[in-house]
């Protein structure tokens, strides 16, 4: 089974302070993805990664920025935060353009 | 570019009873089409998918949804429900060439009620 492992399921956090959200997959997969989620916006695509060191913005890019050293690991980074980053942060992989994602636990962050 | 509309937010039943998960799409080329669930204070998990072929596509857990191209549609259905189905459903939709991204649906909350 895929196993997508998030670095915390939840995060208090003072405005302005800086996060690192990170997410490891097992499988190989070259494709990995971050999200935020909130009441009645669904999920929406914050940045996107298809190989190592490449990135692309998603619809919401702005605010943060990604990093994606090795193939198993994607971060997610909010340099200074904001408390409209408040949110549930998802991140995901996918083995093929297209294909389904695999999602892990999520993380619950609260800026103050 | 494509999108996804769930036409309800919430949708409560009755233990036992039927429901239809309704989903619409709209996409100029061909698509790959999910449905995902979402349980309390988890991520989501896949539920099932259409790639192609038969139209009709089942889960192991009782849920099947069927792709209908000419009404864009990707309604999920289940013949009986239970509580332990209570959680949030998205459907969601990705291009065959838009390099790996999917589109999301704003979710449905089913309620399954005694």
């Known amino acids: 089974d895929v196993k997508v492992t998030q670095s915390s399921r939840y995060l208090v956090k003072r405005t302005g302070e800086k996060v690192f959200l990170e997410c490891v997959q097992d499988?190989?997969?070259?494709?990995m993805f971050w999200y935020r989620q909130d009441p009645g916006l669904g999920l929406r695509l914050i940045y996107f990664?298809?190989?190592?060191?490449?990135?692309e913005k998603g619809d919401i890019p702005e605010g943060y920025s990604v990093s994606r050293e090795k193939k198993e690991r994607f971060s997610l980074i909010l340099e200074s935060t904001s408390t409209n980053q408040t949110s549930m942060y998802l991140c995901?992989?996918?083995?093929?353009?297209?294909?389904?994602?695999?999602f892990g636990p999520g993380t619950r962050l609260t800026v103050t | 570019a494509q999108s996804v509309t769930q036409l309800d937010s919430q949708v409560p039943v009755f233990e036992e009873a039927p429901v239809e998960l309704r989903c619409n799409y709209s996409?100029?080329?061909?698509?790959?089409l999910f449905w995902y669930v979402q349980y309390p204070n988890q991520g989501l998990q896949l539920l099932l998918k259409?790639?192609?072929?038969?139209?009709l596509v089942e889960s192991i857990n009782g849920f099947e949804a069927e792709f209908n191209k000419s009404q864009t549609s990707f309604h999920l259905r289940k013949p009986s429900v239970h509580i332990s189905d209570t959680a949030e459903y998205f459907c969601?939709?990705?291009?065959?060439?838009?390099?790996?991204?999917?589109?999301f649906g704003d979710g449905t909350t089913l309620t399954v009620k005694p």
């Open positions: 995901a992989s996918s083995l093929l353009a297209g294909y389904e994602q695999y």
């Open positions: 499988m190989d997969h070259e494709n």
């Open positions: 990664s298809y190989d190592v060191k490449m990135k």
């Open positions: 996409s100029s080329v061909s698509v790959y």
């Open positions: 259409y790639l192609s072929g038969s139209t």
């Open positions: 969601a939709v990705s291009l065959y060439t838009n390099a790996g991204k999917s589109t």
